[in-house]
């Protein structure tokens, strides 16, 4: 899966649940991806620093580089 494709689908893993919560309470129909996006950007900060805690490789190793990308995409969304 490409950084871009793994993007799009953690913003809509989370956009579900945001909207599942929602409407759970009542609150609305529609909810802001910006909502999603902070959420994903969450989730692949945490990978990111568990990466660094557990490897010597930091910035060489190819599954880092892979999340720093899909953070990009992410951003770029």
């Given at each position: 899966m490409t950084p871009k494709e793994k993007a799009k689908e953690l913003i809509?893993?989370?956009?579900?649940?945001?909207v599942t919560i929602y409407?759970?309470?009542g609150l609305v129909e529609h909810v802001d991806s910006s909502k999603a996006k902070g959420h994903a950007l969450v989730?692949?900060?945490e990978l990111i620093?568990?990466?660094?805690?557990?490897?010597?490789?930091?910035d060489t190793s190819p599954s880092i580089n892979y999340w720093k990308e899909v953070k990009k995409e992410i951003q770029k969304l």
């Open positions: 809509y893993k989370f956009s579900e649940h945001i409407e759970l309470e989730a692949v900060d620093k568990i990466h660094y805690l557990l490897t010597t490789t930091h």
